[in-house]
């Protein structure tokens, strides 16, 4: 059989990452622009994240928090005052513009958890041509307001977040910068330690990535596609588009997926869909097999815990074995058994009913939600693996939405991309 990999004529795409000269902070205000991102936040918490700190990044990732509180966030007005905050940053010298262009090596510490991964841009058309592998969709309103975010300033504020098979020499090419000064090292108020080390030109490690065959969205499907969009806009504008513009690569940081965390996505619904607490309970006993006063954390795949009326129980049931790797998700068990058929939740990308709680947050977060009455029911998942999100996005399959809650989190702001 002919290998395409040795033949002259044939030749397999590989994944495609490059070198920005991008912007960054300056050293002594890295910890007061970098920021959490803007989807793991609402209005009110970012206005609270950014009171007093008017160097902050959410004050272009979120504008509307400049602005009267009956302000549309989707508004024209909130688009305008990003830019006008973006640069304002500039001229006011908090981000500065590299000399040339670079890649990072990018750590964070959260507790004993240490992952590092490469910042870097990768391309539209790996992402379109599914070298860079999605498994969720997108909700449009959000897609939508990034794109145009994206759009207005030019620029990705905000990294996705990849992963990829672990790659040895990329390892080893990570672990030597690592043994240099950093660029910055900083403790943010949640406690997780951030620290960038600046790679000039990149060779090597671009040189290495050109080996790794595909990545994975792991965090960022909306700032992916809202980049791609962005990406191919520009390209209908341009008449002399040549592909190597910069609009047609976006800000990414990638890494080696066995460092990657993963924390359960909690789900809350507002209401038991016109049941009596005693006929949904009956409802929920026909897919699964229902113990009450449980702890409120499963403890392995197949358990989900359902807080109700003051008492934890524990549903469990059992996938099935021999289908596809979607079905072996709890949350498609909880989707396909209960949330659909008995709570009314047929789409939860679009449904106001629903709410998702990330697991960062922990289980006192659904009580809290459920006691106060802004939550009728509300459900405590055990996390998907890695395995299991790459097993999906290689079969080309979509997971149910929110899924995986990574952690810890990328601070925007660090280094972004310009166009």
């Keep these: 059989m002919l290998n395409p990999r040795a033949s002259p004529f044939l030749s397999l795409p590989m994944l495609r990452i490059k070198a920005f000269q991008?912007?960054?902070?300056?050293?002594?205000?890295?910890?007061?622009?970098a920021c959490v991102p803007y989807d793991v936040v609402d209005r009110e918490e970012s206005a609270a994240l950014a009171a007093g700190h008017p160097q902050?990044?959410?004050?272009?990732?979120?504008?509307?928090?400049?602005?009267?509180?009956?302000?549309?966030?989707?508004s024209d007005a909130v688009y305008a005052r990003a830019q006008e905050n973006f640069l304002a940053?500039?001229?006011e010298g908090a981000l500065v513009r590299e000399n040339e262009p670079c890649v990072y090596v990018y750590q964070q510490r959260m507790g004993s958890h240490v992952q590092a991964g490469i910042a870097a841009v990768c391309h539209i058309e790996d992402y379109e041509q599914d070298l860079i592998k999605k498994h969720e969709k997108t909700r449009p309103d959000k897609e939508n307001d990034r794109t145009r975010l994206i759009g207005t300033i030019s620029a990705n504020t905000g990294p996705v977040f990849l992963t990829y098979r672990d790659s040895a020499a990329l390892d080893t090419l990570v672990d030597d910068t690592r043994r240099s000064a950093p660029l910055y090292d900083f403790l943010a108020p949640d406690g997780i330690q951030h620290t960038v080390w600046r790679i000039a030109g990149g060779a090597e490690v671009v040189?290495?990535?050109?080996?790794?065959p595909v990545s994975y969205v792991a965090d960022g499907h909306h700032r992916t596609a809202s980049a791609a969009r962005v990406g191919r806009e520009r390209r209908e504008a341009n008449p002399a588009h040549t592909g190597t513009e910069d609009y047609n690569w976006f800000l990414a940081v990638l890494f080696p997926a066995s460092q990657l965390q993963i924390l359960p996505y909690n789900r809350a619904v507002k209401d038991l869909n016109g049941h009596s607490k005693e006929a949904f309970l009956d409802a929920v006993r026909k897919g699964f097999t229902v113990t009450t006063n449980?702890?409120?954390?499963?403890?392995?795949?197949?358990?989900?815990?359902?807080?109700l009326d003051g008492v934890w129980s524990d549903l469990a049931w059992q996938p099935p074995t021999d289908a596809d790797p979607i079905s072996q998700l709890d949350v498609t068990g909880l989707q396909d058994r209960l949330l659909a058929p008995i709570l009314g939740i047929d789409d939860p990308r679009t449904s106001k009913r629903i709410d998702f709680i990330g697991g960062i947050r922990g289980t006192d977060e659904l009580v809290k939600l459920v006691d106060s009455g802004k939550a009728a029911v509300a459900f405590s998942m055990y996390p998907t693996t890695v395995e299991q999100l790459m097993a999906i996005a290689d079969a080309n399959q979509i997971m149910p939405?929110?899924?995986?809650?990574?952690?810890?989190?990328?601070?925007s702001g660090l280094f972004i991309h310009t166009f």
């Design 294 to 307: 449980g702890s409120p954390t499963p403890q392995k795949p197949g358990e989900i815990r359902m807080y």
């Design 89 to 91: 940053l500039q001229e």
């Design 401 to 411: 939405p929110k899924s995986t809650w990574f952690e810890p989190k990328l601070r």
């Design 56 to 74: 902050s990044l959410l004050h272009v990732d979120r504008a509307e928090i400049d602005l009267p509180a009956s302000t549309d966030p989707y």
């Design 22 to 33: 991008g912007l960054r902070p300056t050293v002594p205000l890295v910890a007061e622009v």
């Design 207 to 212: 040189k290495a990535f050109a080996q790794v």
